[in-house]
């Protein structure tokens, strides 16, 4: 067995069922770093509670979370994965480093900003210190690396800045400073071509959706906005559609795209059709591995039972380093 080079984190909050900003953006990352890390994989439901008034689906999104991980090539034999919520030591690490987390810097993260404008009515607590309790998940269970998208980055910088103060402050080395790991493809548009891929902007693609449905989602997306009539040349380079053959679609037929697309030789309706194609083809291993795990809830629910029990295990003797470190009896 190769060693590995360390210790992966990395959560994700339970949305439902997931789309393909999600899988280009984390979950295909998070089935390739299992061949050279140790993983630990979270269903982050406390982080939901954030943005979220009604809370009727929040186990059924849950479970539908599990289920595309697991279905997309998460091996819960060697990795761990877990509902954050199944690990209390979580919460009590979150309060510890709030004492260290300066209002100021919260506030003045751009992801804060962003959801302030999203949800003007709802800026609670769990909001701003949405970025402390992320640094929870991540030091509890010390990890040495986290991988995530651009619009992550400030919050892993605000993780390490919690690392270091608190480390600091204690005289300790408890705490181990995570290490940044870009994913390959770190924003993917919606179907809007405009806005990050989203199920609250309707604008997203889900992997678990039947061919026609997915087909009907492609022929939605919107191409080159220059590109007004059939016999106008396009500009693939700025069109959302082709920048999605450039991940699913063999490299020969891209090429093709790419010159025909140029010189009007193909059509914005022919070239969504062959993406869809493509997509469906990608993903049809995937949602057959899901039916059949949909149709195993009691093996589902004892993937999570035990990656629960070994996350608390490792929490558990972090939380005692903690405790010790900042004097607490």
Same mark, same amino acid.
């Given at each position: =067995?190769?060693?590995?080079?360390?210790?992966?984190?990395?959560?994700?909050?339970?949305?439902?069922?997931?789309?393909?900003?999600?899988?280009?953006?984390?979950?295909?990352?998070?089935?390739?770093?299992?061949?050279?890390?140790?993983?630990?994989?979270?269903?982050?439901?406390?982080?939901?509670? /954030?943005?979220?008034?009604?809370?009727?689906?929040?186990?059924?999104?849950?479970?539908? =979370?599990?289920?595309?991980?697991?279905?997309?090539? $998460?091996?819960?034999?060697? @990795?761990?994965?877990?509902?954050?919520?199944?690990?209390?030591?979580?919460?009590?690490?979150?309060?510890?480093?709030?004492?260290?987390?300066?209002?100021?810097?919260?506030?003045?993260?751009? /992801?804060?900003?962003?959801?302030?404008?999203?949800?003007?009515?709802?800026?609670?607590?769990?909001?701003?210190?949405?970025?402390?309790? !992320?640094?929870?998940?991540?030091?509890?269970?010390?990890?040495?690396?986290?991988?995530?998208? $651009?619009?992550?980055?400030?919050?892993?910088?605000?993780?390490?800045?919690?690392?270091?103060?608190?480390?600091?402050?204690?005289?300790?080395?408890?705490?181990?400073?995570?290490?940044?790991?870009?994913?390959?493809?770190?924003?993917?548009?919606?179907?809007?071509?405009?806005?990050?891929?989203?199920?609250?902007?309707?604008?997203?693609?889900?992997?678990? @959706?039947?061919?026609?449905?997915?087909? %009907?989602?492609? !022929?939605?997306?919107?191409?080159?906005? %220059?590109?007004?009539?059939?016999?106008?040349?396009?500009?693939?380079?700025?069109?959302?559609?082709?920048?999605?053959?450039?991940?699913? @679609?063999?490299?020969?037929?891209?090429? =093709?795209?790419?010159?025909?697309?140029?010189?009007?030789?193909?059509?914005?309706?022919?070239?969504?059709?062959?993406?869809?194609?493509?997509?469906?083809?990608?993903?049809?291993?995937?949602?057959?591995?899901?039916?059949?795990?949909?149709?195993?809830?009691?093996?589902?629910?004892?993937?999570?039972?035990?990656?629960?029990?070994?996350?608390?295990?490792?929490?558990?003797?972090? =939380?005692?380093?903690?405790?010790?470190?900042?004097?607490?009896?």
């Amino acid at each position: =067995m190769t060693e590995k080079k360390g210790r992966v984190f990395s959560g994700a909050r339970p949305t439902g069922r997931q789309h393909l900003g999600n899988y280009l953006g984390a979950i295909r990352n998070y089935v390739a770093l299992q061949d050279e890390y140790e993983c630990v994989y979270c269903i982050v439901d406390l982080h939901a509670l /954030t943005t979220v008034e009604d809370t009727l689906n929040l186990r059924q999104n849950t479970l539908d =979370m599990a289920l595309d991980f697991l279905a997309a090539g $998460i091996r819960p034999d060697e @990795s761990i994965v877990f509902i954050q919520s199944h690990v209390p030591q979580v919460a009590e690490l979150h309060l510890i480093l709030s004492m260290v987390s300066p209002l100021g810097k919260l506030t003045d993260l751009p /992801t804060f900003k962003e959801k302030v404008r999203q949800q003007p009515h709802n800026i609670n607590y769990g909001l701003v210190g949405y970025p402390v309790l !992320m640094t929870a998940d991540i030091v509890l269970y010390k990890a040495n690396v986290v991988p995530v998208g $651009i619009d992550q980055a400030p919050h892993l910088e605000f993780a390490r800045e919690t690392v270091r103060s608190f480390n600091y402050r204690y005289n300790t080395d408890v705490l181990i400073e995570p290490q940044m790991k870009n994913t390959e493809v770190p924003k993917v548009l919606g179907i809007d071509g405009v806005e990050k891929m989203g199920k609250s902007l309707n604008n997203h693609i889900e992997l678990a @959706s039947t061919p026609e449905e997915t087909q %009907q989602r492609v !022929m939605q997306m919107v191409t080159d906005p %220059q590109r007004m009539r059939r016999t106008d040349p396009g500009r693939p380079e700025v069109c959302n559609v082709f920048s999605m053959h450039k991940v699913f @679609s063999p490299a020969e037929e891209v090429s =093709m795209i790419d010159t025909e697309c140029r010189r009007a030789g193909i059509g914005c309706v022919d070239c969504k059709k062959r993406f869809a194609a493509n997509l469906n083809q990608h993903l049809a291993p995937f949602r057959a591995r899901r039916n059949e795990l949909a149709l195993k809830p009691a093996y589902v629910q004892d993937v999570l039972d035990d990656g629960a029990q070994r996350a608390r295990a490792i929490a558990e003797q972090t =939380m005692r380093d903690v405790r010790q470190a900042v004097g607490l009896p």
